[in-house]
């Protein structure tokens, strides 16, 4: 007889796989999505009851690449701090799930896709999303897996968003849910920046109200003003002062003239902070759809997962049997700690098992990102006590 731990490996699993399910996948907006192409990374194996997997869901730039090289720009993946062998999320004990949502731009459906009814890229033709619509994707896929029940779901900021959807959307089917650095709802202030990146994109001569994939020549002007807009909200003023300060880039070596016209007063990129988020905004067209950028921002702002209970965020938990961790950082003012306590309050109210922890940091909403072993402590405390016998 096999062990509780014996693989069980085919062709579903591994890395760099798509899948094209049938559907449809009703959405939020009332349309219907057919087929619904899904890409997915998993690491690890699904042990005989399966009962370890460990679904993780990415935020608004990420992707499927949780733990492996990224194919555009050769990078590790986005969270090879948490997951990995000796590491929280270990492929050792866990089967380990990351999924391109779908909207985006790294294989799963979205606006750079086919239109089955048309042969070409959906575009703007594309269906409005929301979170429980990515989360309702993410569900088709582990029932193509063959997965009834996941050990845990982890997310930060919008991967945040999903995992705290999941136990409401899917009760019976998440034993823990890991939420790090997120929010229940979008804020106004949220909406307000999210409206500032996708106003720079549609203002590009080059977007074409979503037109442009025939040609290639995309709208990259206004995306990397976008992702420099958001880029702001993801750092905190002492690590920016910090790490930039009002520095000027140096120099040296340019021949400058010490008379008014040679003096370096302009609007060339003077400060470290300029060249620093220009870069961010010129790196990112590489790697991200302009549409995809759109559609998924809109989702986030969609978002709020007490609206379905008369606004009352308690009523959505009530009944749970799945075991919450929450994390914030002192210094995120995207989503602060605020927006944790509300959540883990409603919890409470609910009578829910949930645990909450307020990190220090100075890296700002970014922080969960990065290094910071307390985080790692939690969440692997976290998930051995859940663990199995």
């Not at 958001?230 to 910090?242: C, F, K, N, R, V």
């Not at 995809?292 to 049997?321: C, Q, W």
Request: contains cysteine; aromatic residues 10%.
């Amino acid at each position: 007889m096999a062990s509780a731990s014996a693989p069980l490996l085919d062709e579903r699993f591994g890395l760099d796989r798509r899948i094209t399910l049938l559907g449809p996948l009703p959405l939020d907006c009332g349309a219907a999505l057919a087929p619904v192409q899904i890409a997915y990374e998993t690491y690890g194996a699904l042990n005989a009851d399966k009962s370890n997997a460990i679904l993780i869901c990415h935020a608004l730039t990420g992707d499927q690449y949780v733990a492996s090289t990224h194919p555009i720009t050769g990078k590790p993946g986005w969270w090879q701090r948490l997951v990995g062998e000796g590491k929280p999320v270990d492929p050792a004990r866990d089967f380990i799930i990351c999924a391109n949502v779908i909207g985006s731009c790294m294989g799963s459906s979205g606006p750079a896709t086919v239109n089955p009814a048309t042969g070409e890229p959906w575009g703007m033709d594309f269906p409005v999303l929301s979170i429980a619509d990515m989360v309702r994707a993410q569900a088709l896929l582990l029932d193509y897996l063959g997965i009834p029940v996941l050990s845990a779901v982890i997310g930060g900021s919008m991967g945040g968003m999903q995992a705290i959807s999941w136990p409401v959307l899917y009760p019976d089917r998440v034993r823990a849910a890991l939420v790090i650095a997120s929010t229940a709802r979008h804020s106004a202030q949220n909406i307000a920046f999210h409206e500032v990146g996708r106003q720079a994109i549609m203002a590009d001569p080059r977007w074409r109200k979503g037109a442009y994939y025939a040609d290639g020549d995309v709208p990259a002007s206004g995306l990397a003003v976008a992702r420099m807009a958001a880029h702001i909200t993801y750092l905190s003023e002492a690590g920016l002062t910090e790490k930039f300060g009002r520095r000027l880039q140096d120099r040296s070596g340019q021949g400058a003239s010490q008379d008014c016209s040679g003096s370096g007063f302009g609007f060339d990129a003077d400060f470290q902070i300029q060249s620093y988020l220009r870069h961010q905004g010129i790196s990112f067209v590489d790697r991200f759809d302009a549409n995809s950028y759109l559609y998924i921002t809109r989702a986030m702002d969609y978002f709020d997962l007490a609206e379905p209970y008369d606004g009352v965020l308690a009523n959505a938990f009530m009944g749970t049997k799945t075991r919450f961790c929450l994390i914030s950082f002192d210094t995120d003012w995207l989503y602060p700690t605020a927006e944790s306590r509300r959540i883990v309050h409603a919890l409470n109210a609910a009578g829910a098992e949930v645990s909450f922890v307020e990190l220090s940091s100075p890296f700002g909403h970014d922080a969960f990102l990065l290094d910071c072993p307390e985080m790692n402590r939690i969440v692997d405390g976290f998930l051995r006590a859940g663990a199995n016998p």
